[in-house]
């Protein structure tokens, strides 16, 4: 006969799962938080381009540097203006599909959108927009948080 009453045995294996639950579920909040700052990111963005189309001349600093640059080059007339527009359109609509598949728990989309979100950065860092540049790196450290824990949890088709 052993000598541990059945009830301390029953308490070890569920304390066990409850420390390895809360550890996933710290995981996918994080992984949640990192994609979503793509939805962030085109959010922004979208506002921005908005404003642009409409005419007007403030935007936000932390948007996509791409989307304002074909802004400003959209400057050459209503058409170009709504080309523009329909392109800046195109890209916030893949920053949010990054978003959707990295809140799932897609891996590689956190890995092209960084890539992606890095090389707009590239873009503030040119023309020298400090706030842009600390803005993408610091949306980079976010979202390469919310890619660990993904790499930490199984891929979603598991």
């Not at 209503?78 to 728990?105: H, K, P, S, Y």
Request: net charge positive; no cysteine; hydrophobic share 50%.
């Amino acid at each position: 006969r052993s000598a541990v009453p059945p009830a301390a045995v029953d308490l070890v294996p569920s304390q066990a799962t409850q420390v390895m639950t809360a550890e996933r579920q710290a995981l996918e909040t994080r992984r949640r938080s990192g994609g979503q700052w793509f939805y962030w990111i085109a959010g922004l963005s979208l506002i921005n381009t908005v404003l642009a189309v409409s005419g007007q001349t403030w935007r936000f600093i932390l948007g996509l540097g791409i989307t304002q640059l074909v802004q400003e080059l959209g400057q050459q007339g209503a058409t170009a203006n709504m080309t523009a527009g329909f392109i800046g359109l195109a890209v916030i609509g893949l920053f949010v599909f990054f978003g959707q598949r990295a809140v799932l728990g897609y891996r590689w989309a956190f890995v092209v959108g960084m890539v992606l979100y890095a090389l707009d950065g590239v873009i503030f860092l040119l023309i020298q927009d400090w706030p842009g540049v600390g803005f993408h790196a610091f949306a980079l450290v976010m979202i390469q948080r919310g890619y660990s824990a993904a790499r930490q949890l199984p891929p979603p088709n598991a």
